[in-house]
Every structure is written in C-alpha cells, then in structure tokens.
C-alpha cells in the first residue's frame, strides 16, 4: 500500500473517523479553536468587502458605473504643482467642443454638457441653502441613473428650448415642500422661475457629500440664470455598454484631433473614469483594512497549534495500537494518512462551525453598521480551503512521526 | 517547604506536581505555551501601535500648548473644507487679537495664525530657493507672539518683530522640514526664497515639533510669514485662528472670557448660538479619544480572538492531562489529599503553562516592536507598561479560567470509579 493507493483515504478517513468520536471532547475544543479562527477570518474579509463594495456604491450613485467625464482637469493624484500647470495650462470645455465630439460620435457615445453651482432654491416662503445646481442636456438622463422616483426627465425640446423646468434632489423637496405634493410646483432659483417636473428617490451620500440637495435644469435655462460656465464637465457614456473603452479613446482621439494635438503631445484634457475614482477608494479602504488581515492570520496559526497538539497527543495516546496495527501489516502510509486525516476532519469541520458562527454574527452586524453583510462565495470557499489546509499543516509533524514510529519500540510501550 | 503556613502547604505540593507534570509532557506543554505566546503577542503588539499612534496625536495638540484656547469660526480642522451649514460664518479678525488682549483678565497673550489657502484663482503657492522648491509647503501668517504661544522652539534665528508685523516685512520663518526641502543642510538665515512672486529672508528656523499623524507633524513643513505681510499680500484671512493662553492656573476663567469677549466682537444676541468654535488641546483629544477608543475595541477585539484559542489549547491540553492521570489523582484522594489541593494542582498547572506563555509572547511583542519601530520610520510600536502588565495578568488569567473546568472535574472524581479506570 502506498500513497497513491485510493483505498488508504477511504480507511484512513474512517480511522480518523473512529478516533475523533471515541474523544469527542478534545477533538470538539480543538474544533472550536478553528471555528474561532475561521469565523474571526471571514468576519474581517466580509467586513472588508462590505466597506469597499459599499464606497464603491456610493461613488458609482454619485458617478454613474459605467459613465466617463471629460473634464479640464481632474484633481486626482497630482501634486499641487502639477494640478496648478493643468489648471492654467488647458483650455476651457465649452459647448462648441461639445457640439463636436457630438457630431464625430454619431450615436455612438452619448455626451451631456454639464455646468455646476451652488446656489439657494426658493419655495413659498421657504430657503433651501446651497443645493447643487446642474445645467444639463436632456442626454445625461440615458447616461446616468439620476434615480427619478416620480415625475419625469425634462426633454430634448424642453433642453432646446432653455424650457424652466427641473428635476429636484429629495432633500430639497423635502425641505421646501413638507407634506405637500412638490411635482408641478414652482420654485425660484438664481432670481428666475421654475417647475418641478421630476423628484429624485433617496441618493444617500457619497464620501460625506449629500446626493439630495441636486437640481438638474436644461443647461439653456441654467445659462440664463448664472450665465455660462467657463469650463464644462461633459458626462459621457458609450450607447452600448459593452464598448465603454472603445467610447472613452473615441472621445480622448475626437478631443485631440479638436485641439490639434501631435502625437506624442500630452492631452490638455482628463478623462475621469470609474475606474480612476474608484482606486482611489479602494486605497483608502485598503489603508483602513490594513491591521484585518494579519490579526485574523494570528488566530489561523493558533488554531493550527491547538489542533497540532490534539493530534500529537492522539498519536502519542495510540502509540501501541499504531506498533500493534503496523507490525499485522499497516503501511506507513496508511498510518500517515489516518493522522492526517484526523487533523483535517477536525480543522474542516470547526471551520464549517465557524463559518456558520460567521454568517451568524454577520447578519446581526449588518443591522448594526447599516451596511448590507453576507458571506459571499470567495470568502466561504477561501474559509473553507483555509481550514483544510491550516488541517493538513496541523497534523504533517504528528502525522510523520506516527509513520516514522519504530514498531518494536512501539509495542514495548506500557 | 514545612508546615508553617497552611496556605504555602496548599500551593508549594500541587506546585512541584504542576512543574513535574510539564516536564513528562514537553510537546505538548510546548505547543500549548506557542498558542498562548501567539495570543499575547498579537493583543501587545496591536495594543502597543494604538497606543503610540494615540499618543503622537495627543502629543501633537498638546505641544500647542495645554494651557491654551484655540478659537476658529468653524468647527473642525482649519485646514479640511467646511461644511455647508458653517461656510456662511464669518471668519476671525486679526483686530480681535487687540481687543482680547485689552478685555481679557485672564488672559497673558493672544496669538494669531493665518492659513493661506494653498491655491487660489488657479495659482498654487509653490516655494523656491536657489534651484530647489516645494510644492507641498503650507503657508501660515503668524503674530508675533504666536511662537511664544505653542512654545515652537528655534533652532537658528528669532521670531518676527512687532515692527515686521505692522509694515508687512518680507521676512519668513521656516519649519524643520521646509528648510531641509529648499535649502539641504545648510543655514537657511539670511538666504531668500520666493514665494508667488514675492522674494522672503529667512529669518528663523524653527525645530521639529513633537507629535504628529503616521509620523508627520505638518507644522514641519509650514512657512511662516508675519501675519501683517499675509494680510497686505493674500488680502483679509478666510481662515484665521486664535490661540489664547491664560494666566497661570486660569484656563477656565480664560475660556469663560474668550468666549464672552467673542461674542461681543461678533456682536451676537443673548439667545444666538455662538459662531465659533473655542477649544483646548484636552478636548481635542479627548474627542480624538472617542474616535480611537471605537477602532481600538474593534481591532484589540479581534486579537484578544487569537488569545481565546491559545486558552482553549490550554484548556484541551489540561483535559487530556485529567484523563491520562485518572488513576493518579483518585489514588492521591483515597490517601488522604484533599480535593481543594487536587483543584489547585491543576489550576496551577494551567496558569504555570499559560504564565510561561505569557512571559514569552511579552517579549516576542517587546522584540518585534523594537524591530518594526527601528525599521520603519515615523512608526512606533514600543509597548506601553499597561499593556505589558495587563498581557501578564491576562495570560496567567486566561489559564485559569481555561484550567478550571479541567480541574473541577479532576476534583470532582469519585476515587472508586478513578482507581477503577484502566
């Protein structure tokens, strides 16, 4: 019998079966040092993912998932120094920019011309301070889930037209019209009049920044009002999903061919994808998670030197049985394998008890922390191969010294 | 080892029982001890970064002066954007420092910081000298008096003069690290650096200041510039805040003051809120506090995970030590020991394994601290006292608690069915 014989699992599997059972005790407090071990491991890894999914959310809500910006200049990571020459070096994105990457695009990018500011919103009486006013094209609607709850979008007339009408934020509504229908009513906002044409369903935040306090006009109408932006943001998106790159180089190759750009030359523009914003997320996340991992790695390796004791102390106990059952005709493999097998029954099955502990524990979190928790598939799998595998370290010391045991030195043993 | 006191009587047998008993049994007791050592290393050392991470912080507003009272328009960070609600206030003005200084009894100085916004109109303060320059450098106005107030100290050179002040003198004083940035080892006095397009002396440098976030103490890396020149330079301060300090022993009677006097200069109505914040570095970092005492249960939380495992191996290991000595321990009953001792050697036995291990895992801590804190800058990771003792206390706990069990059952045997077991 060798290594590479299947029937050596199926009865060293039955073995290790045997001898868990006859010491239940040992082998359930060796098991619950894994449970704690995995449990503890995949609290923090859920934990982990739940933040970052949940950042993630947060600045696709505030971004779009699969939009891209067009912008002078994106913050991002630049030195200060570096933003400066952006800043004075690019030159503005107006309208007539936009009109062209339009009219290269055909229908195959979809471009909303967005301008930005802070201004009061005015309503019987009633002052909502500093909401975000948005001038827009009637496009952004099809780019981005701006999540209308009632009401509708303004349309491509509407946006033509410079029509006064708006899609409002839920908290502005909130605050001006309590208790009272706002879809219809009118508003003031920079000295002129408005009509709610649509309400946005509850935004929440992105990184501490409300995502209620928006209103969304034709950008005509935002123009008469504030006058025109010096710079746009232009919010773009590919008409069909599957081509997003392909619609961000259509839009970087339009803009450079607009400004006469050489090969080679830099871009005096930024693409701001979801991919960029979305690093910069999850490095923070990563900084935050940072102590998670090694600290729940700590309680691996001490769950595997509880159940390494378990199974030394198993082999010790048997010691004779292990002389007799080899000097009958027992391999050596058989008695490795036994061992092994008891170490890893031991580890797998105080991992699944951690595991359920872990679930457990994260469906009372999660009402806690407000963010959704649950095991997801990677985590339980990894949980899963962890706890086998911190079994088969546990039990490769007990296990070769139960197969390199001596026999006759093992039966002499009282 | 007589007789003398029953209570050495009840310990110093089971004991000498405890040691011989680990002795027969190294594997195991050895792995026992590893499972506590690695417990108690995680919880000492996770204690030992909060804890110095805590402690930088605290040190960082406390060098500002703890007998100081800051006062800012805003709540929070002068240096983060407001939010909405508070960017309406109006900021401080350099013409209260006088006035405080006149109302104020329990007051001894006023002082006034000036933060320049690092970029405005699209243009970034950027600082230059000779070939050298800093794009990460803060700008502050400073009144004379303010060095004096946080007790910033100088390594070469002096502070601005009243004189300065008033005439907007192009002078600066620079902090530690500014000044190794633009002008290497050299004496940074009396050269000049520019500053969107103004040339400053360099009149001052300042030594590093104690405390900071992850190692940085962004005061390192400030050019100050008397608050007069920053006023005729960058126009009326957005963001100004004043550091108060009081009397000998009157800090609170300073704070009442400063924040009746503030009052009356913002001309507020007896029932308006106040609109600015008044602060000491105690409560900063006592706000600071709750925030890390949040993040230190989670993580010291799920270290201590580590040590309940190392327990439960301490515990297994004693169970598997009942068992084998069944026959023992109802022998040594039906001869006479009395189950309290035969309770004792056990718990002993757990606690003597669990110590070792404890004793162990402090200095592996102590040892990787040590290590981490030299290899990596700005970092620190020495163990404070309290976390030393309390992971002592805590292991040699944690293997009583986890003996127990074991024991009550070794001294619960009926000696008959233990003489019986094979």
Redesign the interface.
């Known amino acids: 019998m060798t290594l590479l014989t299947p029937t050596v699992y199926v009865e060293g599997f039955r073995e290790a079966l045997a001898t868990v059972r006859s010491n239940p005790?040992?082998a359930s407090?060796?098991g619950?040092?894994m449970a704690?071990?995995v449990a503890?491991t995949a609290v923090?890894q859920t934990g982990l993912n739940g933040l970052a999914r949940s950042a993630r959310e947060a600045s696709a809500r505030a971004f779009g998932s699969d939009s891209f910006v067009l912008a002078k200049f994106s913050a991002g990571n630049l030195?200060?120094?570096a933003?400066?020459d952006k800043?004075?070096r690019n030159p503005n994105i107006t309208r007539s920019d936009v009109r062209f990457l339009d009219n290269v695009a055909g229908d195959r990018v979809l471009y909303a011309a967005t301008a930005q500011r802070p201004a009061d919103v005015i309503a019987g009486g009633r002052k909502f301070?500093?909401a975000t006013i948005n001038g827009t094209q009637a496009a952004l609607f099809d780019i981005r889930d701006v999540g209308i709850a009632r009401g509708r979008p303004f349309s491509v007339r509407e946006e033509i037209d410079g029509a006064p009408v708006v899609v409002a934020g839920s908290a502005v509504v909130d605050a001006l019209f309590p208790g009272a229908d706002p879809l219809g009513q009118p508003v003031r906002i920079g000295g002129r009049g408005f009509r709610i044409v649509g309400i946005q369903a509850q935004q929440g935040t992105a990184g501490g920044v409300s995502l209620d306090r928006y209103i969304w006009m034709p950008i005509a109408a935002y123009e008469r009002a504030f006058g025109a932006a010096a710079s746009l943001q232009v919010f773009a998106k590919a008409t069909d999903v599957e081509r997003t790159r392909l619609a961000e180089d259509h839009a970087r190759v339009s803009m450079r061919a607009r400004r006469h750009l050489r090969p080679g030359a830099a871009e005096t523009f930024d693409i701001i994808t979801p991919e960029a914003s979305r690093s910069f997320v999850t490095a923070i996340t990563e900084r935050l998670g940072a102590?998670?991992p090694p600290?729940?790695l700590?309680?691996l390796?001490?769950?595997i030197?509880?159940v390494?004791?378990?199974t030394?102390?198993s082999v010790?106990?048997r010691m004779r049985e292990i002389g007799i059952r080899r000097a009958i005709g027992a391999a050596r493999a058989n008695v490795l394998v036994e061992t092994l097998a008891e170490s890893c029954l031991i580890a797998f099955v105080g991992g699944v008890a951690g595991l359920a502990a872990a679930a457990g524990v994260l469906s009372l979190a999660s009402g806690a922390v407000g963010i959704p928790l649950s095991l997801e598939w990677p985590t339980t799998i990894g949980s899963l191969a962890a706890a086998g595998l911190s079994g088969i370290v546990a039990g490769w010391y007990p296990a070769r010294r139960a197969a390199a045991l001596d026999v006759i030195n093992a039966l002499r043993q009282e | 080892m007589s007789a003398r006191s029953p209570w050495l009587r009840l310990v110093a047998e089971p004991a000498a029982l405890a040691v011989d008993s680990l002795r027969t049994h190294r594997?195991?007791s050895a792995?026992?001890i590893?499972?506590i050592v690695?417990?108690i290393?995680?919880v000492v050392l996770?204690a030992s970064?909060l804890a110095n991470a805590r402690n930088q912080v605290a040190l960082l507003f406390r060098d500002l002066g703890t007998e100081n009272v800051f006062a800012f328009h805003l709540t929070g960070d002068p240096y983060v954007t407001p939010n909405?609600k508070e960017?309406?206030r109006t900021p401080l003005k350099l013409s209260f420092i006088r006035d405080i200084q006149r109302l104020g009894t329990a007051i001894r100085d006023v002082g006034a910081q000036v933060i320049v916004p690092?970029?405005s109109n699209?243009?970034?303060?950027?600082a230059r000298a000779g070939g050298n320059?800093s794009?990460?450098v803060l700008v502050e106005g400073a009144s004379p008096a303010l060095f004096d107030i946080i007790g910033a100290e100088f390594s070469r050179g002096r502070p601005f003069t009243e004189l300065e002040d008033r005439e907007g003198a192009h002078v600066a004083v620079v902090g530690a690290s500014l000044a190794r940035a633009l002008f290497g080892s050299a004496s940074p006095l009396g050269q000049t650096l520019t500053l969107a397009g103004d040339t400053y002396t360099v009149v001052g440098e300042l030594q590093k200041r104690r405390g900071g976030f992850f190692g940085e103490n962004r005061q390192d890396n400030v050019l100050n510039l008397p608050a007069g020149t920053v006023r005729k330079r960058f126009g009326d301060p957005d963001r100004l805040v004043l550091y108060m300090r009081a009397k000998p022993g009157q800090r609170e009677e300073c704070f009442r003051q400063a924040e009746a006097i503030l009052r009356l200069l913002r001309k507020l109505p007896p029932t308006a809120e106040n609109d600015f914040t008044l602060s000491t570095a105690d409560q900063i970092i006592a706000t600071f506090d709750g925030l890390s005492v949040r993040i230190g249960l989670v993580?010291v939380g799920?270290?201590l995970?580590?040590l309940?495992?190392?327990a439960?191996?301490i515990?297994?290991?004693m169970?598997?030590s009942v068992t084998?000595r069944t026959r023992e321990i109802g022998l040594r009953i039906a001869v006479g020991a009395r189950r309290r001792q035969v309770l004792v050697q056990f718990l002993l036995e757990a606690a003597f394994l669990s110590g070792i291990g404890g004793v162990a895992g402090v200095v592996t801590a102590l040892g990787i601290g040590l290590l981490l804190t030299l290899a990596v800058s700005g970092f620190s990771a020495v163990a404070p006292a309290w976390a030393i003792v309390s992971g002592l206390v805590a292991s040699v706990s944690v293997g009583i608690v986890a003996g127990y069990w074991p024991a009550q059952q070794a001294a619960r045997l009926d000696p008959i069915e233990a003489l019986r077991h094979e």
């Open positions: 005790l040992r407090l060796a619950l040092a704690a071990a503890t923090v030195s200060r120094r933003l400066a800043i004075e301070e500093n102590a998670g600290i729940s700590m309680a390796i001490a769950a030197v509880v390494t004791n378990t030394l102390v010790t106990q | 594997a195991r792995l026992a590893a499972g690695i417990g290393v995680t996770v970064v909405e960017a309406r690092t970029a699209g243009q970034v303060l950027v320059e794009d990460t993580t799920l270290a995970v580590s309940l495992i190392g439960i191996g515990a297994n290991v169970f598997i084998e």
